[in-house]
């Protein structure tokens, strides 16, 4: 029942001339006929007619708690007038608050945070922890995941189309434990031998770091098979290096039966990276770990100016209210099951789908042309985007060959809104 305000800005046209003028070329459009959105309502966007669209794709998994949630825009307002700037050299509690809340949510000895501005700055700085810590340099990923775009991350990241051709040392790409196309099925053992491999034949034989993402979230929502986390987390530890868990969109309650998703796998991490849902959309990551890994950075000053800014904080603080106060990992749990069913009803109906995984309120459904050969449905994945889109409904796509339906809607999702999602797939 919500109504925006009017709008009064440029046209949808204008904002296209301006961004082909003086934005980026890597800066694509997500429809042929984009969309010029201008509010947001928990779960809905508006573009500048006022026509509703249910967001089920959250910003790229990072509308945790909704569109404006008002306690989040309360907080962001509230410490905007008070002091919008200082510099983390000087105290201030807004800061040291978040820190201590978001160190409750972490399980063991993980309780030391850094703050930056993004997730892939997370992951540079998990990076050059793990390297400083164990005096190595190699570092483990896995094929088709993502952990960012500047120099270390790029190296992490492991998908072509987001990797440029610049050097990118000392970062090995394992087997994909993935389920639905990897030769060893959902086998999660036979998948972690192969960094057993990697080790031996690849390295000195001792590693800084293995880093993973306990979903793949651009790489396609692909689950990692079972039994592979715990024991690539066992091999990597008896090489000397550090386990990183890239929670970056599969934190902050967003796949339901636990806070962070590394928890489904029974493993704990020495450094966790988080960005996306920490600040329901603004800027902000975190690195958290333990104080021994944590004292390698004081060898040298390590700070940013952004990082650990009172606005951001204050922001991250209210969404892990938030995210307790409203239950929001519940509903990302009972909604996601339910959503997750419906989907595979689908899945029963139309051929095309070949598959339909994730947890809570991070899923994804796979097109393909022949199920059997699993051949990659690129045109159809984009036409039936652009077809909810015309009917307000918007999600996401990724996946390495594009294919793949990515749904990370606002953790506040109902189940109607679950319900209308799939009617308006199935038309
Ligand atoms: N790690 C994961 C798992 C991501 O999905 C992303 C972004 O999509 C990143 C890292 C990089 O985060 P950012 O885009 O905030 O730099």
Redesign the pocket.
């Known amino acids: 029942d919500y109504t925006p305000p009017p709008y009064t800005g440029p046209s949808a046209d204008e904002i296209i001339k301006k961004r082909k003028a003086f934005l980026s070329p890597s800066i694509f459009h997500f429809y042929d006929n984009p969309l010029n959105l201008v509010d947001g309502k928990m779960q809905y966007l508006f573009d500048e007619k006022g026509r509703r669209y249910l967001d089920a794709f959250g910003g790229?998994?990072t509308v945790c708690c909704g569109h404006c949630h008002p306690e989040v825009v309360n907080a962001i307002v509230s410490q905007t007038k008070r002091l919008q700037h200082s510099t983390i050299l000087y105290l201030n509690h807004a800061i040291a608050d978040f820190a201590e809340a978001l160190a409750s949510k972490l399980p063991g000895d993980l309780k030391v945070v850094f703050f930056t501005n993004?997730?892939?700055?997370?992951?540079e700085l998990a990076l050059l922890m793990a390297r400083l810590y164990t005096g190595c340099h190699d570092v483990i990923s896995i094929r088709n995941?993502?952990?960012?775009?500047a120099a270390g991350?790029m190296g992490a990241t492991a998908q072509s189309s987001y990797k440029f051709n610049v050097v990118q040392t000392g970062v090995h790409h394992a087997q994909n434990p993935d389920q639905y196309r990897g030769i060893f099925g959902s086998d999660g053992l036979k998948y972690a031998r192969d960094v057993d491999d990697m080790i031996t034949y690849g390295t000195s034989g001792r590693v800084a770091a293995f880093i993973a993402?306990a979903i793949?979230?651009?790489g396609g929502i692909m689950e990692l098979a079972p039994g592979y986390l715990p024991a690539v987390y066992s091999t990597i530890r008896k090489a000397g290096g550090l386990c990183i868990a890239?929670?970056?969109?599969?934190g902050f309650a967003r796949t339901g039966n636990h806070f962070w998703g590394f928890e489904a796998h029974g493993v704990l991490p020495d450094i966790v990276?988080m960005?996306?849902g920490i600040g329901n959309g603004i800027?902000l990551?975190a690195v958290v770990t333990t104080p021994a890994i944590a004292e390698v950075l004081t060898q040298r000053s390590y700070f940013n100016t952004f990082g650990g800014n009172p606005v951001c904080t204050a922001a991250g603080h209210a969404v892990l209210k938030a995210i307790d106060r409203e239950n929001l990992q519940q509903n990302a749990f009972n909604v996601g099951l339910h959503l997750k069913q419906r989907l595979n009803s689908l899945k029963e109906k139309y051929e095309i789908i070949g598959d339909v995984r994730g947890r809570g309120l991070m899923l994804g459904v796979e097109l393909v042309t022949d199920r059997q050969l699993k051949t990659p449905a690129k045109t159809e994945t984009l036409h039936v985007m652009d077809q909810m889109k015309e009917m307000g409904v918007l999600i996401g796509k990724g996946g390495f060959f594009g294919n793949v339906f990515r749904i990370t809607p606002p953790l506040c999702f109902t189940k109607d809104d679950a319900d209308f999602l799939v009617d308006v797939m199935d038309y």
Do not use: F, R
Not at 145 to 149: I, L, M, R, V
Not at 246 to 250: F, K, M, N
């Open positions: 790229i998994a993004s997730g892939t700055e997370a992951n995941g993502y952990h960012g775009n991350t993402e793949q979230g651009v890239d929670e970056v969109q599969s990276t960005a996306k800027p990551g």
